[in-house]
């Protein structure tokens, strides 16, 4: 099964995915049968050469309204996104770099909500500037030696609240990892948003950690 977008342009590279698979399997003992459907594929340019890969995996529970599932996206060449993020005050347009996220979520009754949101990135450059700080410097001071960068934030809620919003929440949260990190290192960081969202809580001692979940 292959998916094409009918407006490639080699010469304006976008995100094609081929040989995307998909599979079910359905556990059904009487108490909670459960569904796991699995699909992926990798990234491809328009000239058919790979540049990394997209899978989702999803868990669900329906007697008991439970769900639960991991998404991971990796791409070798972030420069080829371009302008990809529109999210956030000022727009930022991806360079270079090589990476992606990986989300893991929950809910349980459903109604309580957990998630986990991984950023690993390597050479990651961005144009643009927020408040006349460039992205780049605040980028280099979140990389170790060998230039990977590596984020994991967390948020809980419930869906029945109408204050929350998952993905608001987790960009707060992640926009709170990048100040403080990059501050730690010693950069100049915008007072700013760096995302739109919810003000980003300041994370309590009794919160759970389950940010271990996330490893690919």
Excluded at 107 to 117: C, D, Q
Aim: glycine share 8%; proline share 6%.
């Amino acid at each position: 099964m292959e998916f094409t977008d009918v407006r490639v342009n080699p010469d304006q590279p976008v995100i094609l995915i081929r040989s995307f698979n998909l599979a079910a399997e359905i556990a059904s003992p009487l108490t909670a049968p459960t569904i796991q459907i699995k699909s992926g594929g990798d990234l491809v340019r328009a000239t058919e050469e790979k540049i990394g890969f997209v899978s989702v995996d999803t868990r669900f529970q329906p007697l008991v309204g439970n769900m639960e599932g991991k998404v991971q996206f990796h791409h070798e060449r972030l420069g080829d996104l371009g302008r990809l993020y529109y999210y956030a005050p000022e727009p930022f347009y991806f360079q270079s770099g090589i990476g992606g996220p990986i989300l893991v979520w929950r809910i349980r009754n459903g109604m309580e909500v957990w998630a986990s949101l991984r950023c690993l990135a390597k050479n990651l450059r961005i144009e643009g500037e927020l408040e006349g700080v460039p992205w780049n410097s605040m980028l280099t001071a979140l990389e170790d030696s060998e230039g990977q960068a590596d984020l994991t934030v967390a948020a809980q809620g419930r869906l029945d609240d109408p204050t929350f919003d998952l993905h608001d929440r987790l960009l707060s949260e992640l926009e709170w990892a990048i100040k403080e990190r990059a501050a730690a290192a010693g950069a100049r960081i915008p007072t700013g948003r760096i995302f739109f969202g919810l003000e980003s809580p300041e994370p309590s001692d009794d919160e759970e950690d389950e940010t271990d979940e996330t490893e690919p």
